[in-house]
C-alpha cells in the first residue's frame, strides 16, 4: 500500500475516533494495532509490546512525569497559593490592577512549581477571582488574567508537555526547559503591561484596595516571608537541573521532596489531604501515560510504513519556503489544540512534524518552544480551549461560558504576538540553553 493512501487512512481513523468521543489515548493505540494486524499478521503485534516496554516503559525521563504532577499536587492541596497571593496583594493592592497583576505573578510562581496547565487556574480561580469581584473588579478582565496566567504552566520549566516532547523528538529537556524561562516571562510581562494600561485608561477596571486596608511596611515584610520557600523550592529544582547536578528526573524528584517539606511546614499534611493528593497523582499520571502508550502504537505504525517520509516530501515540494511550511505547522497545531489536549498533540505531530523541522532546517529547541506557545494559546481559545472549562468549573454560577470567551479574546491576541516574537526573534529562547549548555 503506499504511504500517501496509508497517511489517508490513519487521518480519517483518528479522525473518526475523535469524533466518536473515545478517549484519545485509545484511539491511537487501537489504530496502530489494528494496522499492525491485517498489514503484517499476528507475528507482527510484538513490535508494538516491544516498543512500549521496550522504548517507552525502559525511559528513565519517563519518572519526571508523575513526581513533577506530585509536586504539583502537594503545592496545591498545601495552600501556598493562598499565602503567596496574599503577600503579593499586600504589595500591589493600592495600585490599579493590583490584584490582577498579583493573581499574574502567583500564577507564574506556581507555573514554575507544578509544570501542570490548569493547576495555577483552579487554584487562583478559587482564590483570587472571588477576591477581585468582590473589590469591584471589571469580570471580563478578573477572569481573562487568571485563565490566561494558569496556562503559564504549560511553557515555564518544568512543563509536563516539554518532557512529553523531548522524548518523543529526542530533544535535551534540559535545553528546552531553559529555553522557556524567557519567552514564559516575556508572556507574564505582557499580560501584566496589559493590565497595568487598561486600568489605567479605565480605572473602574481595576480599583485599587481602599487606603485603610493596606498594612505598614513591617507587617509587609512580614507576610512577604511565604514567598521564601516556594523560591527557594524553584531555584533548588531548576539549579539542580541547568547546573548540571541532576537530571530532570532527578530534579523531579527533588521537587516532589521539597513540595512534600513545604507542606508540613504549613502543618497542612493530614490523612486527607495525601489521599487526595495521591488520588489525584494517580489519576492524572495514568492519563498521560496511557496517551504515550497509544501514541507510541500510532507512531510505531506509521513511521514503519514509510508514511513520515511520505509527508516530509510532501511538505518539501510546497512552494511555500522557510517561513511558509512554519507558519503552515503551527496553523495545523493551533486548530487540533482548540480541541484536543496538548500532550495527545505531541504524540500525533511529533513523528510527522520532527522529519520536517529536520528538512527545514529550523533548531528543535527552537521550534519545541514554538511548539508549546502554540499549545499554550490554543490551550484558552474558544471554543474548546481546556482551560476555560477549568475556569467555567470554579466561576461563579452567574458566570457564563460566553462571558469567559470574550473575557480571554485580549489575553490570546497576546500570546498570539508573544509567539510571533519569539519566532522572529530566536534568541529570546535559544539564549539561556546557549549560556547554559553552549552552542
Excluded at 527557594?232 to 539549579?239: R, T
Excluded at 495521591?278 to 510505531?300: E, P, Q
Amino acid at each position: 500500500m503506499e504511504p500517501g493512501m496509508i497517511t489517508l487512512l490513519l487521518v480519517i481513523c483518528m479522525i473518526f475516533g475523535l469524533v466518536s468521543g473515545l478517549p484519545i489515548a485509545f484511539v491511537l493505540g487501537a489504530i496502530g494495532t489494528i494496522f499492525t494486524y491485517f498489514l503484517w499478521g499476528p507475528h507482527a503485534m510484538l513490535m508494538i509490546t516491544s516498543t512500549i516496554f521496550g522504548k517507552a516503559m525502559m525511559s528513565f525521563g519517563l519518572l519526571a512525569i508523575p513526581l513533577f504532577i506530585l509536586m504539583g499536587n502537594i503545592l496545591q492541596h498545601s495552600g501556598i497559593a493562598d499565602r503567596l497571593f496574599s503577600a503579593f496583594y499586600i504589595w500591589g493592592g493600592r495600585l490599579g490592577g493590583g490584584l490582577a497583576v498579583a493573581a499574574i505573578i502567583v500564577c507564574t510562581l506556581f507555573a514554575a512549581m507544578t509544570g501542570i496547565g490548569g493547576a495555577g487556574t483552579v487554584t487562583m480561580g478559587l482564590i483570587a477571582l472571588p477576591a477581585m469581584i468582590s473589590r469591584g473588579y471589571n469580570k471580563k478582565l478578573a477572569l481573562g488574567c487568571i485563565g490566561a496566567g494558569g496556562a503559564l504552566g504549560i511553557l515555564l520549566p518544568p512543563s509536563i508537555i516539554m518532557i512529553i516532547y523531548g522524548m518523543i523528538t529526542q530533544t535535551s529537556i534540559g535545553k528546552l526547559f531553559a529555553a522557556g524561562i524567557l519567552p514564559g516571562l516575556l508572556l507574564a510581562a505582557l499580560f501584566v503591561v496589559y493590565i497595568l494600561i487598561i486600568c489605567k485608561l479605565y480605572p473602574s477596571y481595576g480599583p485599587g484596595v481602599p487606603e485603610e486596608e493596606t498594612l505598614t511596611l513591617k507587617e509587609k515584610v512580614v507576610n512577604t516571608k511565604s514567598v521564601i520557600g516556594p523560591l527557594l523550592l524553584i531555584l533548588a529544582v531548576l539549579g539542580a537541573i541547568f547546573g548540571g547536578f541532576a537530571t530532570p528526573t532527578e530534579g523531579a524528584a527533588i521537587g516532589a521532596f521539597g513540595s512534600l517539606i513545604l507542606m508540613i511546614a504549613s502543618r497542612k499534611l493530614n490523612w486527607a489531604s495525601f489521599r487526595d493528593v495521591s488520588l489525584s497523582t494517580l489519576r492524572y499520571s495514568c492519563m498521560v501515560l496511557w496517551i504515550i502508550f497509544g501514541a507510541y502504537c500510532f507512531s510505531t505504525i506509521y513511521t514503519a510504513l514509510g508514511a513520515s517520509t511520505f509527508f516530509s516530501n510532501l511538505v518539501q515540494d510546497l512552494p511555500f519556503g522557510y517561513w511558509g511550511v512554519f507558519i503552515l505547522l503551527q496553523v495545523i497545531f493551533f486548530v487540533l489544540g482548540t480541541f484536543l489536549d496538548p500532550g495527545a498533540i505531541v504524540m500525533i505531530t511529533a513523528p510527522i512534524a520532527m522529519p520536517v523541522v529536520k528538512l527545514m532546517g529550523y533548531d528543535p529547541i527552537w521550534f519545541g518552544v514554538i511548539f508549546v506557545m502554540n499549545m499554550q494559546v490554543a490551550y484558552i481559545s474558544p471554543p474548546f480551549g481546556y482551560n476555560l472549562f477549568y475556569l467555567k468549573s470554579i466561576a461563579p454560577p452567574e458566570i457564563e461560558i460566553k462571558d469567559i470567551y470574550l473575557a480571554i479574546i485580549p489575553f490570546v491576541v497576546i500570546q498570539i504576538i508573544a509567539l510571533i516574537i519569539v519566532a522572529i526573534f530566536p534568541q529570546i529562547a535559544l539564549w539561556i540553553p546557549d549560556l547554559l549548555f553552549g552552542v
